[in-house]
């Protein structure tokens, strides 16, 4: 079993920056990847970034290449989503996911990102 529980969310300027933290407990030797998802009003949940835990590979959506940056902390305890020149399109509840290597998925409960023309 993970736990994800995910902090950071709120209300932005567009132009600004957010950081979001997703904090982990349990069972992270058998994660796989994590990384973060949102989903907006009347939209499907979808990737924003995500990282290996072996080998670190990255992987951004289009849509916020060059904006947003996924990170860790060295024991894969907690991962954060640094978020800079927001728009009102990155409105939406973030969710921060672990994926098992027995490709289960864990999902944190999600923090609300506003962001404001």
């Known amino acids: 079993q993970v736990q994800l529980v995910e902090s950071g969310g709120g209300l932005v300027q567009a132009g600004g920056s957010l950081r979001l933290s997703c904090a982990a407990s349990?069972?992270?030797?058998?994660?796989?990847?994590m990384g973060w998802y949102r989903q907006a009003p009347g939209k499907e949940r979808e990737l924003v970034a995500d990282?290996?835990?072996?080998?670190?590979?990255?992987n951004y959506a289009d849509s916020v290449k060059g904006r947003f940056t996924i990170a860790r902390d060295g024991a894969w305890t907690t991962l954060y989503l640094q978020m800079n020149s927001l728009k009102p399109e990155d409105t939406a509840v973030y969710y921060c996911?672990?994926?098992?290597?027995?490709?289960?998925?864990?999902w944190g409960q999600g923090t609300q990102v506003t962001v404001s023309a």
């Open positions: 349990g069972s992270i030797s058998g994660i796989n990847t």
């Open positions: 990282m290996a835990t072996i080998g670190g590979r990255t």
């Open positions: 996911n672990a994926l098992s290597w027995s490709n289960y998925r864990y």
